[in-house]
């Protein structure tokens, strides 16, 4: 995208492509694609065959991700299409979760949607293009690119939050999301283009030696204001604290399976972009940017937790822990900014994806549970009286989920939780490692509300009874028992991800 | 779930420490597999699984080699590889009647007390407390420490909210908050000391052996890093102004759940300040012991006073915790052989007869529905084998010579009379402030005449007698006959004091290292010559590598 640069160097060469490490991104809008033009050309599929489509089509693309992964540990990283796109373990992992998220949400979403209005290809190719979207943030060599996929997973999501036509919740949602989202990418925009303007590039590897080589005498003003803006966009999308007061509207008011969605995968491409960015990106104004992460860290903590408490509604005490969950990945990316640029990148970036990966799964299960527990009513906390007495099993995922959010050992939770506090302490950031674990005990409550509620309230009489869908149990139910195990036995995982490392 | 670490334990030898974690939690899974219907195959099953634990930690007594002072049965192998952490189980001296009391007090409580509705449940908790438990006493790692100290708030907290009483979601709620409050700092200071040590030792390790001896903190780090464990364990024991979550969490927990609570769980707390106070951060330790003497003592004084003013007897006796526990944290922050050791006999004593008081106060509320003291009266006239029980389990919490209670106190304060003078003085008046409540709510309980209420209160059953026997068999025995006991206490303890003055200043002073038994009177300070030679059996320790 360096086109000043390239202005003279006529012909304009061709990047060399590598099909195959391009391939979960192409499997996801190829899938898209096919699912939009043969949805609409052949009649009503049979039932769930939309949402197994999807699932596949996002397994397809996990799967190709994991192949290129195990390309990425023999041969080194790289970028693809002359620099655009960064091929790494980094943008690996993130693909994995984001596709692992479109297969889960598949599966939520199938039921949930059928015999509604919107049963049909549409939602599927929604989510497919959002994934694509998060990849190519997550991925990202380059601000315009990133631009592009924030783009494309936002529009996305925008539609999607919107998309329960037979609910003004979800209309309101979707507008909110989508007034405010412009704002937010308008911001980012803007920050790219002064950020250009002081390094003369929007390739990150480019802005990287031409912020190395600026001496003493450059001017920092643009590039200050730039990364100023660029946080403000990129807080908003993470949900960070003080930017974050659209989460608990579009959570609660998006049909429950997208919210899923957004907190599981928009997330993760959020924060894969804010370390693109970031990290990758300016290295060099690290000591400028870190103590704004850290604000933002503990603002998302203290926020999140506080005002999680006071909720009645489910999906709102979920959303409000979801920013405190985004100020605990905070910590780690904090510890990630005292090394930022540096050979040896300490702790902080394999913790983050980390938590990022077990915290997807979780997420993912929470808001499965609330979207069987709450169908069409709202999701006030009464409605969960007594399910321990009406659906042990799906009270017990759910309990276990929330375990896990609270931190509690023996669950992926507290080895997310461990693994960015320790990236905090070998960073020496003891003092947002303390507040990341005392905001974890107000939030504590909120879980122990929803659990007290479930276990030790009566069921009200009139409660609609609650089905649970073969495709749905079979997430919650691996999101559980991924939960236990990996939480039992996590070191494969940290084995893994240990390996992420970050083109340079 | 645990049980796939049985399989790959040591070579050859039985991994007993692993089976004593396993055994409970798979008994608790298994638990979710039987039918609801049918709750006495689930007692049995629980029954079963809880027998088998105790009597492995009693096998685990007796091959226990006495004359040892490092950690034995160790069962090491590493687990998560890249964080240095280690599935490292050991037991020593201080932890070996500990795990035997967990491990023998749980069968107990599941035979002696049957839930008021949902057995299942019930059960399958008590069983994974039980195994968290264990697993907290056993562990030699940092990290699996927390693990365990952990996870026992689960099963409480759901035990306390299940089947608890009137108020029991705000008890359970706020005992699950308090402690998790505590363990917020001890998580951060953990892996803080495991990533200072690094520096030391060279690798990346949370083993709690490799830390304590190889790493080498400065005083104001060590004293940072020891305040963040101290206030989790603080929070667990309780200490003074941390205490507001026990009342209430032992007057509203169902019967089972407060004789635990006493029995072993508040020592999680008194054997983290030993184990990973002590023996991490000895400097720490002694600067600071002046605070924890002076909120010991605070405590032991406090605790008996507002146990007097109790209206209800199962509040009075959580408050008699709080003023028991305060001896026990007298005792460790002494820093004398005697007096540890005499806190260490005491968490075992305090486990038995609180144990017990609460099983007996547990009875009184099954036959009368109440717990208020007002409302009780001349019992002993209707009830008479029941009043002598009570009496005796009673005497033995007031420190009676004879039983095992004033073995454990005796040793506390001529320990800490030495090194800890005028603290101890104080504390003394507790001893007479423990019979006064305990005596005066005996009297207002028992004595007298029955009213109508009371006249049908229905003698010691059976069953009842035979679930209280052990723990009046422990009472007298430990009593009478406490050398066993301390031969196996002493050499971890006299251990542990060495390795605090090899790492401290404190052995400059003669009083700190007592030998084992012998009174030192305060007047000569001749009388020191014994105890050297403790430095060198530091290392002496066996470790495995995984």
Redesign the interface.
């Known amino acids: 995208m360096n086109v000043l640069a390239q202005a003279d160097t006529l012909p304009i060469s061709e990047p060399e492509i590598w099909w195959f490490a391009l391939s979960p991104l192409l499997t996801l809008v190829g899938g898209a694609l096919l699912l939009m033009v043969v949805g609409a050309l052949t009649p009503q599929w049979p039932r769930g065959l939309y949402a197994f489509v999807s699932a596949m089509i996002g397994g397809a693309a996990g799967v190709l991700a994991i192949f290129n992964w195990d390309d990425i540990s023999d041969n080194g990283p790289a970028t693809l299409v002359g620099g655009a796109l960064a091929f790494d373990t980094f943008a690996m992992w993130s693909t994995i979760v984001i596709s692992g998220a479109v297969v889960l949400v598949s599966m939520l979403a199938d039921e949930y949607i059928r015999d509604t209005p919107n049963d049909g290809p549409e939602i599927y190719a929604l989510l497919l293009v959002a994934a694509a979207g998060g990849i190519v943030m997550a991925s990202a060599n380059d601000l315009i690119v990133l631009f592009l996929g924030l783009e494309t997973l936002s529009l996305a999501f925008y539609v999607l939050a919107a998309s329960n036509r037979r609910s003004d919740a979800s209309a309101e949602s979707g507008l909110k999301y989508f007034l405010l989202g412009g704002f937010a990418s308008a911001f980012f925009l803007y920050g790219i283009a002064l950020v250009y303007g002081a390094t003369g590039s929007t390739n990150i590897g480019e802005m990287v030696t031409s912020l190395a080589n600026r001496g003493d005498s450059g001017n920092d003003v643009l590039a200050l204001a730039g990364i100023a803006l660029l946080l403000v966009g990129l807080g908003f999308k993470i949900a960070a604290a003080p930017f974050h007061v659209w989460t608990p509207d579009v959570y609660q008011g998006a049909p429950t399976p997208i919210t899923a969605f957004m907190a599981s995968a928009g997330k993760a491409a959020a924060f894969g972009a804010l370390i693109r960015v970031l990290i990758s990106g300016l290295p060099s104004f690290r000591d400028d940017w870190q103590p704004i992460i850290w604000v933002l860290a503990v603002a998302s903590l203290v926020v999140g937790s506080f005002l999680a408490v006071v909720q009645r509604n489910v999906k709102r005490m979920l959303a409000y822990s979801s920013v405190s969950h985004a100020g605990f990945i905070l910590v780690g990316v904090e510890a990630a900014a005292h090394t930022a640029g540096e050979a040896d990148g300490g702790m902080g970036i394999s913790s983050v994806q980390l938590y990022l990966l077990l915290y997807s799964v979780i997420v993912i299960g929470s808001f499965g549970v609330v979207a069987l527990v709450a169908r069409e009513a709202d999701a006030d906390l009464s409605v969960f009286d007594g399910l321990a007495k009406r659906k042990p099993l799906l009270a017990g995922a759910f309990t276990i989920f929330l375990l896990a959010q609270a931190g509690v050992p023996f669950t992926t939770g507290f080895i997310a939780k461990f693994g960015v506090i320790q990236a905090g302490v070998d960073a020496e950031s003891y003092g947002l490692a303390i507040i990341a674990m005392v905001t974890a005990v107000i939030a504590a409550f909120v879980y122990l509300r929803i659990m007290v509620a479930m276990w030790q309230k009566d069921v009200e009489d009139d409660a609609p009874a609650i089905t649970v869908p073969v495709s749905a149990a079979i997430a919650i139910g691996f999101a559980a028992v991924f939960t236990l195990v990996a939480g039992l036995y996590p070191s494969l995982l940290i084995d893994w991800s240990d390996a992420i490392t970050l083109v340079r | ?2 049980a ?1 670490e049985v399989t790959h334990a040591g070579a050859g030898a039985f991994p007993l420490l692993t089976a004593l974690i396993a055994v409970p939690m798979v008994g608790a899974v298994a638990l979710l597999f039987t039918q609801r219907s049918r709750p006495e195959f689930a007692k049995l099953l629980a029954l079963m699984f809880s027998a088998v634990t105790g009597a492995m930690a009693l096998w685990m007594l007796k091959e226990f080699d006495q004359s040892a002072d490092g950690f034995q049965f160790v069962s090491q192998h590493t ?5 240095g952490i280690g599935w490292h189980l050991g037991v020593d001296g201080i932890s070996l009647f500990l795990i035997v009391l967990t491990a023998v007090l749980f069968p107990l409580a599941i035979v002696g007390i049957d839930p008021h509705h949902d057995e299942k449940p019930y059960l399958a908790w008590l069983l994974m407390l039980e195994a968290g438990v264990i697993g907290s006493f056993l562990s030699l790692d940092l ?1 699996l420490f ?3 100290f ?2 026992v ?2 099963p409480m ?2 035990l306390i ?2 089947w608890g009483y009137e108020d ?2 705000y008890a ?2 706020k005992f ?2 308090y402690t ?2 505590g363990s ?2 001890m ?2 200071a953990l ?2 000391t495991a ?1 200072l040590a690094r520096d030391d030792l060279g690798y990346l390790t949370f083993d709690l052996v490799d830390i304590a001896e190889g790493s080498n903190f400065a005083a104001s780090t060590g004293r940072w890093l020891f305040f963040g464990f101290a206030v989790a364990f603080a929070v667990k024991v309780p200490i003074f102004p941390l205490h507001t979550w026990l009342p209430d969490a032992h007057t509203q927990a169902p019967t089972a759940g407060s004789v635990v609570l006493a029995g072993v769980m508040l020592k999680l707390g008194t054997y983290g300040f030993l184990r990973f106070g002590l023996y991490l951060f000895p400097e720490a330790s002694v600067w600071s012991r002046s605070l924890w003497l002076t909120l010991a003592v605070i405590g032991i004084i406090y605790g008996a006073i507002v146990a007097t003013m109790q209206k209800d007897l199962k509040r009075l006796v959580a408050y008699s915790s709080i003023a028991h526990l305060g001896f026990i944290v007298l005792g460790t922050f002494a820093f004398t052989s005697q007096a540890i050791s005499g806190s260490v006999l005491q968490m075992v004593n305090h486990g038995v007869s609180t144990g017990a008081l609460f099983l007996l106060v547990g009875m009184i509320y099954e036959r009368r529905k109440t717990r208020q003291i007002a409302e009780l009266g001349g019992l002993q006239k209707v009830a008479p084998i029941f009043a002598a029980g009570f009496m005796v389990v009673m005497l033995s919490s007031i420190g009676v010579p004879g039983l095992n209670g004033f073995i454990g106190e005796y040793l506390i304060l001529i320990g800490s009379f030495q090194s800890a003078r005028w603290w101890t003085v104080v504390a003394t008046a507790g001893v007479i402030l423990a019979a006064l409540y305990l005596l005066w709510a005996y009297q207002r309980v028992f004595h007298g005449e029955p009213d109508e209420d009371n006249a049908s209160f229905p003698e010691l059953k059976m069953k009842e007698g035979l679930v209280l026997l052990p723990f009046l068999v422990a009472i007298v025995f430990v009593g009478v006959y406490p050398q066993p006991l301390l031969d196996r206490i002493e050499p971890s303890v006299d251990r542990l004091v060495a390795h605090v003055a090899d790492n401290t200043d404190i052995d400059a002073d003669p009083d700190y290292t007592t030998q084992r038994g012998e009174f030192e009177p305060e007047h000569g300070d001749d009388g020191h010559g014994e105890d050297d030679g403790h430095g060198d059996e530091a290392d002496d320790h066996e470790e495995g590598e995984g």
């Open positions: 779930m645990l796939a687990w998560i590889e890249d964080w990290f927390f693990l365990f952990e996870i708030l689960v907290y759901f909210g299940g029991r979601e359970a709620t699950y908050l998790f409050l917020a700092f998580l951060v892996v803080a990533m």
